[in-house]
């Protein structure tokens, strides 16, 4: 008589069992969860909220499963973390990073055509741990070779490489001649090859839909695109509008269905106002807001990441003569809006999310924006929480990135002192936890 199927494996499955009575204790043992207790002095855990006094945070396996008032002691087998007086937070986020740029314009163009991809990856991996090591544990990377920041992004993820959280946006789409096609000036057999590279440029909406596809299929996570001229382009040419209505739409509407949140690097109010009104998520820089733009990001519920450590960054380099002469007008221009817009905006209330441009900058020094958001008009509060939970939200990661919270990764930091009232206290980060891992201590 032939057995059914299922009558048949089991057959099979009792006869191996008899076969092998050893097989159930050669499985291996299930590792032991890795528990840690962490104790805080102080503990913001929800910025925006008030802060909490000597605390306990229990992680297990890098995830954050209670957070308690008081100093609970762990139970055997667990590690203990005493941070003693520390201030607790969550770790940063820097909605704008360059990783494969070091802060050095005039080595890096010295240096270009001596340097291949391999150099610039090792670099990006040295920014990654600089990143990390002063208290930004998420970071969107806004300009890189998209397979380079494709690979550091994901070796992190593994925990290979020291660094923070990456949400990638390969190259930045620009229309040619404008800000990003970074071949035109070049000597003619490299520059005919350079702005290609990556099919960044596009001219037209249709083409503006391949330049997203073609960064999409690279891996990008988030798409960026300029709308305005840029302060470190080499073209002279100012600040004003450069990509059209239709096609800053075309790479919008593109981004957006496939799932992707859009930035727009813009200075000039019409490249703002035109992204804005297409439907883009970040408004980065923001240089020349007036109140008609405002209102529209009001309306239209856009984000601002002011980067207002790029343009100080920026103009102290144009003044040393750092930088191209075509950049030097720019630099002085920008520098001279920037800080009139972003305290309008301020005052206005349009949602802010940290950024700094880091890569105009040097690596390491992001929380030094703290200080200009401040200056601007921002509380110490406001200016935490637009790193941790607005820039969560920006990202669409409240789930994962801002707080430390049951099921949250535990992403965490500590200083000395009181950022709430003196917001300086973030340059100098003394403990950085990613995913559970101490990092510095």
């Not at 789409?173 to 350079?194: K, Q, R």
């Not at 909406?205 to 080499?234: H, M, P, W, Y």
Request: charged share 20%; proline share 6%; hydrophobic share 45%.
């Amino acid at each position: 008589m032939r057995l059914a199927r299922p009558a048949l494996l089991a057959g099979f499955a009792a006869l191996i069992a008899v076969a092998s009575p050893a097989a159930a204790a050669d499985t291996p043992a299930k590792p032991q969860p890795k528990i840690t207790y962490l104790h805080a002095g102080r503990l913001l855990d929800q910025p925006g909220k008030p802060p909490r006094g000597a605390s306990t945070v229990v992680i297990t396996d890098g995830v954050v499963t209670s957070v308690s008032d008081g100093t609970l002691p762990a139970p055997a087998g667990a590690t203990t973390v005493e941070l003693g007086d520390a201030f607790v937070l969550p770790g940063l986020t820097d909605m704008h990073v360059h990783l494969f740029s070091d802060g050095d314009p005039l080595r890096e163009r010295l240096e270009q055509s001596t340097r291949d991809r391999e150099d610039y990856a090792y670099l990006a991996a040295q920014h990654a741990r600089q990143t990390l090591e002063a208290g930004f544990t998420t970071v969107r990377d806004l300009g890189a070779p998209p397979r380079g920041i494709r690979a550091l992004r994901d070796a992190i993820d593994a925990g290979e490489v020291p660094g923070p959280t990456i949400i990638n946006a390969g190259t930045m789409i620009s229309v040619s001649g404008g800000h990003g096609d970074g071949g035109g000036l070049n000597e003619e057999s490299y520059g005919a090859f350079f702005p290609h590279d990556y099919n960044n440029l596009c001219n037209g909406a249709d083409d503006c839909r391949r330049a997203v596809r073609e960064q999409i299929r690279l891996g990008a996570q988030v798409i960026k695109f300029a709308a305005t001229g840029g302060v470190l382009s080499n073209v002279a040419g100012g600040l004003g509008q450069q990509m059209t209505d239709e096609e800053m739409k075309a790479v919008i509407d593109t981004a957006h269905s496939f799932g992707r949140k859009v930035a727009a690097h813009s200075h000039a109010a019409a490249g703002t106002m035109a992204a804005v009104n297409a439907g883009v998520d970040t408004i980065d820089h923001g240089t020349f807001l007036d109140e008609l733009t405002i209102k529209a990001m009001l309306s239209h519920g856009t984000w601002l990441v002011p980067t207002m450590l790029a343009p100080v960054a920026a103009l102290a380099q144009a003044r040393a003569g750092l930088l191209p002469p075509a950049t030097i007008p720019k630099a002085e221009t920008a520098a001279a809006a920037e800080r009139k817009s972003h305290e309008l905006a301020i005052r206005m209330g349009v949602k802010i999310a940290f950024g700094t441009d880091t890569g105009v900058s040097k690596h390491g020094d992001n929380a030094r924006e703290f200080a200009l958001m401040v200056k601007a008009g921002m509380t110490p509060a406001a200016a935490i929480a637009a790193a941790t939970v607005n820039a969560a939200e920006a990202l669409g990661r409240s789930d994962s990135v801002g707080r430390i919270a049951p099921g949250m990764p535990a992403d965490i930091i500590a200083v000395h002192g009181d950022p709430l009232t003196d917001v300086t206290r973030l340059e100098h980060v003394d403990f950085v936890m990613k995913r559970g891992t101490v990092v510095k201590q």
